[in-house]
């Protein structure tokens, strides 16, 4: 079993920035990618950026040049870094980690419970 808990989220006025983390924890896994997403009120949930233990990186169009994700895979651990924040941006954002099981070599996926995230305007 897998834990993915984040943190950073908080209020921010527009223009401002916040750094969210995103820790995997347990035993007898590897990590093959993690990724932020998000859900507005409402709304359905959205891929904000990945990024794969080989450093392939994506970004939604709508967060691309503000944000910069980045892993630390030594710690299981994704960041995002969120510049240049809009009021659009508020959202609960979840962390994703796609994951290898060492005993049966499978890959699972796991999901944090999320953090919120307020821009003002």
């Known amino acids: 079993q897998v834990q993915v808990v984040e943190s950073g989220g908080g209020f921010v006025q527009s223009g401002g920035s916040l750094r969210l983390s995103c820790i995997a924890s347990?035993?007898?896994?590897?990590?093959?990618?993690m990724a932020w997403y998000r859900q507005l009120p409402g709304q359905g949930r959205e891929q904000v950026a990945f990024?794969?233990?080989?450093?392939?990186?994506t970004y939604a169009d709508s967060v691309r040049g503000r944000f910069t994700i980045s892993m630390d895979k030594s710690k299981n651990t994704v960041f995002l870094q969120m510049d240049s924040l809009k009021p659009e941006d508020t959202a609960i954002y979840y962390c994703?980690?796609?994951?290898?099981?060492?005993?049966?070599?499978?890959?699972?996926?796991?999901w944090g419970r999320g953090t919120q995230v307020t821009v003002s305007s």
């Open positions: 990024i794969t233990a080989s450093d392939l990186i």
């Open positions: 347990g035993s007898a896994f590897s990590v093959g990618a």
């Open positions: 994703y980690v796609s994951t290898l099981e060492h005993a049966t070599q499978r890959g699972r996926p796991y």
